[in-house]
């Protein structure tokens, strides 16, 4: 199920005296790049339309010489530079920026500024779907500007906060702070971002199953959405309407909610919500056995989908042409797309894990930076605090200057060692994550590193913090735990069926790892089903790859491949 949420995460071009033509045109003037806050200000300005070219800009003001030994422009070239990356979807590197940032506005004790940096943080953290890590800072956020009585941020920070505790199951806090949300914008007039939050809040109904509550919900969000004439949030509401109509076993309601959709979506140009609409027509009207007109939806709606390089839709596409085919009777067009689909969702499974991995890697070297420099402030105001001890005479003056001098040399040593140290090991972790392929069963050391730094981190952790860390770890434990089960069913059953692999590898050679897997457990008579369990596969899809081994093993359509399987010698 794929629900449009209003409150969608977004960044605003700061607003500026200049426009963007003009300030091209300062630089090209005799000693216009010798301004940094030019730079500054393109890369503002530039960051929504062009992100790239944002970031060329953003880095030439960051490396300006000026930038060096002026903490306010430093301040503001990163945190642009920042926001570019994050509107790019280069998260690791805005959230480097942010925290960089962080550090400086921390001295100077700019509170604002604080806030505001949090909000960016919780934005980079959401995309990533570090949600816990996400929700600390948009709860930082959401406290300061109550303190502030700044009603705009109240505002937004509720309704982010209300789709993030949606989105971990929370749906009691995620209604709270979307009420809270729906009141503050109800009071600043702003019926657009009203709109949204109601279509939020029946998305939380909509998820805990409270069909009545949501139906009112979006009704109400539809109805605001036509009153300020946005077709966008419009098309946005029917979706979510078609999606609770299947919901309610009604396709041909859920039908002309999605038709509504499509025609907004194509009114506004927006190819993502109008290959979407096309699909989930194509769904209905394949629940309403019109098998023709579906394909004609499926097949303009999988197009779209595939020119705009929507994978997630590609998918949804394939899932429905294997279930229009296998309605149809075709059942080897039916196996073929639905394999076709399986090897997407791993691709895009196995990227996912890629990227969690990675997720994690980032944020232990990051926090051992944040702790190397909280040591080296410590260690400066204990040095200092012995400077201010040192007795007034002359010689212990100079006993006391050699003594600092020598610690001092000492501990510029020690952080430099390890500031190397720490470079080493993160570059060699990227290169490992890089050369390594992440499939779980083939990557016993990983995880077990990967579990032991997740423990680590989850000793100075609560809270939701701690939960996201054990589900992550417990997700690593069961993908072991599955080998240790395979290997020891291997061991028990070459004892009873020796030679058996042998004779296999040499009749059929071009076989895998989980084909001879398949075959094993077919030697054992086990049923499609619990073959099904211990592949961590669909009961379809395991029949799938019985079917699939049988033709590749050349086996004709009168064998009985069972059989075949248990009389093998």
Same mark, same amino acid.
């Given at each position: 199920m794929t629900l449009c949420l209003g409150g969608a995460v977004f960044l605003c071009a700061a607003q500026t005296g200049r426009t963007l033509d003009s300030l091209q045109k300062e630089l090209r003037l005799p000693g216009g790049s010798n301004n940094p806050e030019i730079f500054i200000e393109i890369t503002s300005l530039m960051a929504p339309v062009h992100t790239d070219s944002a970031i060329v800009y953003g880095d030439k003001a960051l490396a300006h010489p000026a930038i060096v030994s002026d903490a306010n422009l430093k301040v503001k070239a990163m945190q642009n530079l920042g926001k570019a990356h994050l509107l790019a979807g280069n998260f690791f590197q805005a959230i480097a920026l942010f925290d960089s940032t962080r550090v400086i506005l921390a001295e100077k004790g700019d509170s604002a500024s604080l806030s505001m940096l949090n909000n960016y943080l919780g934005n980079a953290h959401y995309h990533m779907g570090n949600y816990p890590i996400a929700t600390s800072y948009y709860e930082k956020y959401f406290q300061y500007a109550?303190?502030?009585?700044? !009603?705009?941020?109240?505002?937004?920070?509720s309704m982010k906060l209300g789709d993030l505790f949606s989105q971990v199951g929370d749906y009691s806090a995620a209604k709270e702070y979307t009420l809270t949300s729906i009141n503050e914008y109800k009071m600043l007039g702003d019926f657009n971002n009203l709109s949204?939050?109601?279509? !939020?809040?029946?998305?939380i109904h909509l998820l805990a199953s409270n069909y009545k509550e949501a139906e009112k919900a979006f009704q109400e969000a539809l109805?605001?959405?036509?009153?300020? !004439?946005?077709?966008?949030?419009?098309?946005?509401?029917?979706?979510?309407?078609?999606?609770?109509?299947?919901?309610?076993?009604?396709?041909?309601?859920?039908?002309?909610?999605?038709?509504?959709?499509?025609?907004?979506?194509?009114?506004?140009s927006n190819q993502p919500g109008l290959a979407g609409a096309r699909l989930?027509?194509?769904?209905?009207l394949l629940q309403t056995n019109q098998l023709n007109k579906a394909h004609e939806y499926l097949e303009r709606g999988f197009r779209l989908s595939e020119v705009?390089?929507?994978?997630?839709k590609i998918k949804i596409g394939l899932k429905t042409k294997a279930d229009l085919y296998y309605t149809k009777g075709d059942f080897d067009e039916a196996i073929a797309y639905d394999l076709m689909a399986e090897r997407l969702e791993d691709s895009l499974d196995n990227a996912e894990v890629e990227n969690k991995l990675a997720q994690l890697r980032y944020l232990h070297a990051v926090k051992k930076k944040e702790q190397d420099l909280i040591l080296q402030q410590k260690e400066k105001a204990v040095l200092q605090a012995n400077m201010k001890n040192l007795s007034l005479t002359r010689n212990l003056v100079f006993i006391g200057a050699g003594i600092v001098l020598i610690g001092g040399l000492l501990i510029y040593g020690r952080f430099q060692y390890r500031n190397r140290v720490l470079r080493s090991s993160v570059d060699l972790k990227s290169r490992e994550l890089v050369s390594r392929s992440l499939q779980v069963?083939?990557?016993?050391?990983?995880i077990e590193s990967l579990q032991a730094d997740v423990a680590r981190e989850m000793e100075n952790l609560t809270g939701e913090h701690r939960r996201g860390l054990l589900n992550i770890k417990r997700a690593l434990s069961s993908n072991l735990e599955a080998d240790k089960n395979w290997e020891t069913l291997k061991i028990h059953f070459e004892k009873v069926n020796p030679k058996f692999f042998n004779r296999l590898n040499e009749k059929f050679p071009g076989l895998?790892?989980?084909?001879?897997?398949?075959?094993?457990?077919?030697?054992?008579?086990?049923? !499609?089903k619990e073959i099904a369990a211990l592949l961590n596969v669909t009961h379809r899809s395991a029949q799938v790859a019985r079917y699939r081994l049988k033709k590749k093993m050349g086996l004709g359509e009168e064998v009985n491949f069972v059989d075949f399987i248990q009389k093998f010698q």
């Amino acid at each position: 199920m794929t629900l449009c949420l209003g409150g969608a995460v977004f960044l605003c071009a700061a607003q500026t005296g200049r426009t963007l033509d003009s300030l091209q045109k300062e630089l090209r003037l005799p000693g216009g790049s010798n301004n940094p806050e030019i730079f500054i200000e393109i890369t503002s300005l530039m960051a929504p339309v062009h992100t790239d070219s944002a970031i060329v800009y953003g880095d030439k003001a960051l490396a300006h010489p000026a930038i060096v030994s002026d903490a306010n422009l430093k301040v503001k070239a990163m945190q642009n530079l920042g926001k570019a990356h994050l509107l790019a979807g280069n998260f690791f590197q805005a959230i480097a920026l942010f925290d960089s940032t962080r550090v400086i506005l921390a001295e100077k004790g700019d509170s604002a500024s604080l806030s505001m940096l949090n909000n960016y943080l919780g934005n980079a953290h959401y995309h990533m779907g570090n949600y816990p890590i996400a929700t600390s800072y948009y709860e930082k956020y959401f406290q300061y500007a109550k303190s502030q009585r700044d !009603s705009a941020r109240v505002a937004e920070a509720s309704m982010k906060l209300g789709d993030l505790f949606s989105q971990v199951g929370d749906y009691s806090a995620a209604k709270e702070y979307t009420l809270t949300s729906i009141n503050e914008y109800k009071m600043l007039g702003d019926f657009n971002n009203l709109s949204g939050a109601h279509n !939020s809040l029946g998305t939380i109904h909509l998820l805990a199953s409270n069909y009545k509550e949501a139906e009112k919900a979006f009704q109400e969000a539809l109805d605001i959405s036509l009153r300020a !004439s946005n077709k966008h949030l419009q098309a946005v509401v029917n979706c979510n309407l078609g999606e609770l109509s299947l919901k309610q076993n009604l396709p041909s309601r859920a039908m002309d909610y999605y038709k509504r959709a499509e025609a907004l979506f194509e009114t506004i140009s927006n190819q993502p919500g109008l290959a979407g609409a096309r699909l989930e027509i194509a769904r209905c009207l394949l629940q309403t056995n019109q098998l023709n007109k579906a394909h004609e939806y499926l097949e303009r709606g999988f197009r779209l989908s595939e020119v705009i390089q929507d994978y997630s839709k590609i998918k949804i596409g394939l899932k429905t042409k294997a279930d229009l085919y296998y309605t149809k009777g075709d059942f080897d067009e039916a196996i073929a797309y639905d394999l076709m689909a399986e090897r997407l969702e791993d691709s895009l499974d196995n990227a996912e894990v890629e990227n969690k991995l990675a997720q994690l890697r980032y944020l232990h070297a990051v926090k051992k930076k944040e702790q190397d420099l909280i040591l080296q402030q410590k260690e400066k105001a204990v040095l200092q605090a012995n400077m201010k001890n040192l007795s007034l005479t002359r010689n212990l003056v100079f006993i006391g200057a050699g003594i600092v001098l020598i610690g001092g040399l000492l501990i510029y040593g020690r952080f430099q060692y390890r500031n190397r140290v720490l470079r080493s090991s993160v570059d060699l972790k990227s290169r490992e994550l890089v050369s390594r392929s992440l499939q779980v069963n083939e990557n016993h050391k990983l995880i077990e590193s990967l579990q032991a730094d997740v423990a680590r981190e989850m000793e100075n952790l609560t809270g939701e913090h701690r939960r996201g860390l054990l589900n992550i770890k417990r997700a690593l434990s069961s993908n072991l735990e599955a080998d240790k089960n395979w290997e020891t069913l291997k061991i028990h059953f070459e004892k009873v069926n020796p030679k058996f692999f042998n004779r296999l590898n040499e009749k059929f050679p071009g076989l895998t790892t989980n084909e001879r897997k398949l075959c094993a457990y077919l030697r054992l008579d086990l049923s !499609s089903k619990e073959i099904a369990a211990l592949l961590n596969v669909t009961h379809r899809s395991a029949q799938v790859a019985r079917y699939r081994l049988k033709k590749k093993m050349g086996l004709g359509e009168e064998v009985n491949f069972v059989d075949f399987i248990q009389k093998f010698q």
